[in-house]
T-cell receptor, first 113, second 112 residues
Framework: GAVVSQHPSRVICKSGTSVKIECRSLDFQATTMFWYRQFPKQSLMLMATSNEGSKATYEQGVEKDKFLINHASLTLSTLTVTSAHPEDSSFYIC?????????FGPGTRLTVT | QQQVKQSPQSLIVQKGGISIINCAYENTAFDYFPWYQQFPGKGPALLIAIRPDVSEKKEGRFTISFNKSAKQFSLHIMDSQPGDSATYFCAARSGSARQLTFGSGTQLTVLP
């Protein structure tokens, strides 16, 4: 139980385009989901907290207009990277909360060319 | 005060040895301390977690030792195996917060 999926696992896009990443809790409902960004050999950096039915809470320094988060249902949150640039290339990881535990998705590798 | 400091940055252990990773925190409001294991290209997976009302928790080859007065906790991997080679992150959370504060990570290599 407590499985979180992400789609796609890898995506390559051209600079200036937008990319949507989906995060789903497969066997439980999650009122709260988190989005992280991870650079090579570094720790997870929290980008935003996503609550079902309300606006996401962004961490300081994260551009909310660039990283659009939608938590449309108790099992789905999406992260859209708008007008992507090469510096947005990174590993994006979501997590979903079940009771007190956070369960992480497998991550999405975004490469912007 | 929200930081969790993790050491060492990297660790090389022989197969069968004990791997020890340490973390220290400042925020006394933290009341939940999980450890995560991450393989390259994958998301972190919860390994073991402890709350400050106990000083030690063991699950198989993995043990967390917790020292509340020193505000430190550590992960011990007994009989380390090459399959344990991964990056390990400690984390902490306070009851009033939903998000985790992560350590910087330790890259463990277990030599065959």
């Amino acid at each position: 139980g407590a499985v979180v999926s992400q789609h796609p696992s890898r995506v390559i896009c051209k600079s200036g385009t937008s990319v949507k990443i989906e995060c789903r809790s497969l066997d439980f409902q999650a009122t709260t989901m988190f989005w992280y960004r991870q650079f090579p050999k570094q720790s997870l950096m929290l980008m935003a907290t996503s609550n079902e039915g309300s606006k996401a809470t962004y961490e300081q320094g994260v551009e909310k207009d660039k990283f659009l988060i939608n938590h449309a249902s108790l099992t789905l949150s999406t992260l859209t990277v708008t007008s992507a640039h090469p510096e947005d290339s990174s590993f994006y990881i979501c997590s979903a909360t079940l009771v007190t535990e956070q369960y992480f998705g497998p991550g999405t590798r975004l490469t912007v060319t | 005060q929200q930081q969790v400091k993790q050491s060492p940055q990297s660790l090389i252990v022989q197969k069968g040895g004990i791997s020890i990773i340490n973390c220290a925190y400042e925020n006394t409001a933290f009341d939940y301390f999980p450890w995560y294991q991450q393989f390259p290209g994958k998301g972190p997976a919860l390994l073991i977690a402890i709350r400050p009302d106990v000083s030690e928790k063991k699950e198989g080859r993995f043990t967390i030792s917790f020292n509340k007065s020193a505000k430190q906790f550590s992960l011990h991997i007994m009989d380390s195996q090459p399959g344990d080679s991964a990056t390990y992150f400690c984390a902490a959370r306070s009851g009033s917060a939903r998000q985790l504060t992560f350590g910087s990570g330790t890259q463990l290599t277990v030599l065959p």
